[in-house]
């Protein structure tokens, strides 16, 4: 059975809540949108189901970014995903894309309860696109230059994490 997740921003102003078969933390993106938007040390998303989302409190401080993608390139163009934020305090509260309308893929660092798993190694993501002085973390780690062949619910079925 899905996991219930509660999340909020840094100030308190957003709240939400969202049911999730994939929670366990294991997946560091360090590409440029995830250190600009979620700090030099990158993003950790979860994943989650679209049509569980409740905003409990504060929807009208939720603001929506698009990512420019290849900047300053003749490629250069707008991400369809859109990652949501709290207006007042700049948290990044989580990911929808419209490609994929059944997945959400909220940010760990806003899931207040329950207190997520730690996973027994990590996977980086994206480390065709990070800079030198961002460091890995340390601990049991798989360092992929763009993305693996897993997906977050492929990884969660395989290490057994999967909550139907």
């Not at 709240?15 to 700090?39: A, D, H, N, W």
């Not at 065709?128 to 693996?148: A, H, I, T």
């Amino acid at each position: 059975m899905p996991i219930a997740l509660e999340g909020s921003c840094h100030c308190g102003t957003v709240r939400f809540t969202v049911e999730s078969s994939t929670p366990v933390p294991y997946q560091l993106c360090v590409c440029s949108i995830c250190r600009k938007v979620g700090g030099v040390g990158g993003s950790i998303n979860l994943g989650a189901q679209s049509k569980t989302l409740i905003i409990t409190q504060g929807k009208e401080y939720i603001g929506v970014y698009k990512a420019v993608m290849d900047r300053d390139t003749p490629k250069e163009h707008i991400a369809s995903s859109e990652r949501n934020f709290c207006t007042k305090c700049s948290s990044m509260l989580w990911l929808y894309d419209e490609t994929w309308p059944e997945l959400l893929h909220p940010f760990a660092s806003v899931i207040d309860f329950p207190e997520l798993e730690v996973p027994d190694e990590l996977v980086i993501v994206k480390t065709n696109s990070k800079p030198d002085y961002v460091r890995l973390p340390e601990g049991r780690k798989k360092v992929f230059k763009d993305y693996p062949s897993d997906s977050i619910e492929g990884w969660h079925r395989k290490h057994n994490k999967y909550m139907e």
